[in-house]
């Protein structure tokens, strides 16, 4: 069981804001993810060829190739808000 302090510090750590009302709702959430997570560790995986031959193989993957693309100040313009040829964001890392 996911106890209310372990939840709280992987808000802090992931810098999630969970009210508190909500807490007891995603631990129990988080208990079935982890649940899910155990049951396909347990899980018994094996080669199977006859399986696997409906997998792509690599040699059907197209080549890639550099392509000059020419309408960058297009994709530019669609920014809200732009400085220099560059797309202007937010800070997201303190």
Do not use: H, W
């Not at 190739?65 to 297009?74: L, P, S, T, Y």
Request: glycine share 6%; net charge negative; charged share 35%.
């Amino acid at each position: 069981m996911i106890t209310k302090e372990q939840l709280n510090l992987l808000c802090e750590l992931s810098k999630l804001r969970i009210p508190e009302e909500k807490l007891e709702g995603y631990a129990k959430e988080m208990e079935d993810i982890i649940g899910l997570m155990d049951t396909i560790g347990e899980s018994d995986f094996e080669y199977d060829p006859i399986d696997m031959s409906r997998a792509v193989p690599f040699g059907e993957l197209r080549d890639d190739a550099d392509e000059v693309f020419g309408n960058m100040r297009g994709i530019v313009e669609n920014s809200p808000k732009t400085r220099e040829n560059q797309f202007v964001v937010p800070k997201v890392v303190d």
